[in-house]
């Protein structure tokens, strides 16, 4: 069974700061990994990665797969209050016809202080 | 463009009730998903339609629960009847087609059964 670990669970830091999520996977198949924001209520879509060492950047944020060692890192840099929110990180399979199932890990809760 | 609605946003039913939940993908998306998240545990995919087919339904924990598409536009996800153990928020999301596998997620429907 495709398994995703997410670490740290929870993370505080202040504005400024800057901080890397983890993520490790296990997939049978695996054809891409996913980031997602989540605030409120609906998880909201960062990053698709499907490459080794290819680095995906939005604004402070970046992030960057290693296929080899099957991990994900995502990074935000000068951290705001806005920032603060669930990450969560997911797996997606390759053909057949689970493509479509994502895998996810349980997420970092990032909290920033002013 | 609208994103991915679901309806209602918070439902509380007793045991052996029954409750409707309803998705309505982003407008052209032929991908539409299910996923549970039950409390402090990961989000776990539930099935995958494809238009009004179920491409994979192997998350579904039991009969009690049935997915439809019908026309492949929007879904309706019935549990009958409720148990404690599905209390959880259910998420919808959506994705364009095969080549652009990016999945856009709803708010979520927090269902608890009493």
């Known amino acids: 069974e495709d398994k995703v670990v997410q670490s740290p669970l929870s993370l505080v830091v202040h504005e400024g700061d800057t901080v890397t999520l983890n993520c490790s996977y296990e997939?049978?198949?695996?054809?891409?990994l996913l980031w997602y924001k989540q605030e409120k209520k609906a998880p909201t879509f960062l990053f698709m990665l499907t490459s080794s060492g290819i680095e995906k950047k939005s604004g402070r944020l970046s992030s960057i797969l290693d296929k080899k060692e099957l991990f994900s890192i995502l990074n935000i840099t000068a951290t705001q209050t806005g920032d603060s929110a669930v990450y969560l990180c997911?797996?997606?399979?390759?053909?057949?016809?689970?493509?479509?199932?994502?895998?996810f890990g349980q997420g970092t809760i990032l909290t920033v202080h002013p | 463009e609208a994103g991915v609605t679901q309806f209602p946003s918070h439902s509380v039913i007793e045991k052996g009730q029954t409750v409707t939940l309803r998705c309505d993908p982003i407008?052209?998306?032929?991908?539409l998903y299910w996923y549970r998240r039950v409390m402090g545990k990961e989000i776990k995919f539930l099935l995958h339609?494809?238009?009004?087919?179920?491409?994979?339904e192997s998350g579904m924990p039991n009969n009690r629960f049935l997915a439809e598409r019908t026309g492949g536009t929007y879904s309706t996800l019935k549990v009958q009847p409720a148990e404690l153990e599905d209390s959880g928020v259910y998420f919808c999301?959506?994705?364009?087609?095969?080549?652009?596998?990016?999945?856009?997620f709803g708010p979520g429907t927090r269902l608890t059964v009493t």
């Open positions: 997939v049978t198949n695996f054809r891409s």
């Open positions: 339609f494809v238009k009004e087919s179920k491409q994979d």
């Open positions: 999301a959506s994705s364009l087609d095969r080549v652009s596998y990016e999945q856009y």
């Open positions: 407008s052209g998306h032929d991908n």
């Open positions: 997911a797996v997606q399979p390759a053909g057949g016809t689970s493509y479509g199932k994502l895998t």
